[in-house]
């Protein structure tokens, strides 16, 4: 099923809406409805529905139950998501204590650094420690950690994303400012945090 | 003209190739070549490029100057594009040394915060201190700041959105979880750190 970036940035508040509406004891509900509560345009709630669930019936709409069903089926995995940070810096201790993670599913379960004197540290009193980058292939394998956040500086990301490849990581998302090289079944997704501010900036003429 | 997210993503490094093929000597340039030395797909090339600067020549391509020049009036402005963080938190201040902005010619200059022990702190050692949130009107309208970074938990996200309006701020950069409301003329754009991860998580299914 193809969900888009956008649609997927929405559906945690659709999932929250239905919950609201199925305790309120509404067995259907339409886009139109979904549409006027939360705010968004109808052709889009339409669009993201219809890459949830298909398009609902004329008239009644959606049945409640299942289309929250479907939006959980991809919110709410069985088990948590686990991921790792891997660079204890500013941003990486910043991710480390990012709230919007379990809304889709994902626990971002510690971090680690090549720096000894981090080792332990518990940055946001939540109990994730920072770990000792030695520590890594032995905490992956044994927590089969599949993805991990790469927020080192420029210079040293592609060391470390080999590092991560040999722990078993198959999905990382690289906050460092450089293209990196991973061997063939490993899914990299860059995160450009100018890019939302340089489209902002520039405002209609870009957009 | 319209720039999709994606294509604005890569500019900075057709911008920079373009550039070494212009000390090279070479007058023209095609998507064929650009998509073999970069290593991108000759259709988003070709998409990329047709969005900057139309269609390129039959056989000799674009204008190697030309296209860098097209490449150049959306990255370099011709003064730097001010932006101020609001919240010195851990991710406000991870985005004060973040190098990726002046890649978009958007210059980050400082970062407000409510607490008065971080006023004058130089987070990066690079001269941008942390000023005090009361400073921030007489701020932004002596540096004409329109474009903010906002950082603040969920919770003062709100109230620090409507003080941001009233100094003049007229683009948001949202990374709190919340929705904000806004005046007429002020744009919103949400940051939800952990979508790239979903997406990524969600692998084959969701993409």
Known sequence: MMISRAAMSRLPEYLKYLKSVEESGALNISATTISKALGYGEVQVRKDLASVSGTGRPRTGYVTSELKGQIESILCPEREIEAVIVGAGKLGRALLGYEGFSEYGISVVTAFDQNPKKRG?????I????????EMKDYCREHNVKIGILTVPASAAQSVCDTMTECGIEAILNFAHVRLKVPDGVTVENENLA????????GEEKV
């Open 121 to 125: 540290e518990d940055v946001n009193g």
């Open 127 to 134: 109990g994730k420690n920072v770990r000792h980058m030695s």
């Open 195 to 202: 890019l939302s501010l340089a489209m902002l900036a520039g």
